[in-house]
């Protein structure tokens, strides 16, 4: 299960008992965007020249349980 699944399913369980500034719920329009954005890193971890920081997106995916 990646990041953005395991997020709203526990703000889907009431886990998040009090407002947080700066925090919003998932919505179509967010989840829309986290999808194109992780297919255009998706697309540049394959297709990006030598300069484009591979190792660094990979290890921040890891950390954060996005499927790669």
């Not at 297709?47 to 950390?63: F, L, S």
């Amino acid at each position: 299960m990646g990041g953005l699944e395991r997020l709203s399913g526990e703000l889907a369980q009431g886990r998040s008992a009090v407002a947080t500034l700066g925090v919003t719920k998932l919505d179509a329009g967010i989840r829309e965007s986290a999808a194109r954005r992780l297919k255009n890193i998706r697309n540049d971890l394959k297709n990006a020249g030598d300069h484009y920081p591979r190792e660094d997106v990979r290890k921040a995916q890891a950390n954060w349980k996005i499927e790669t």
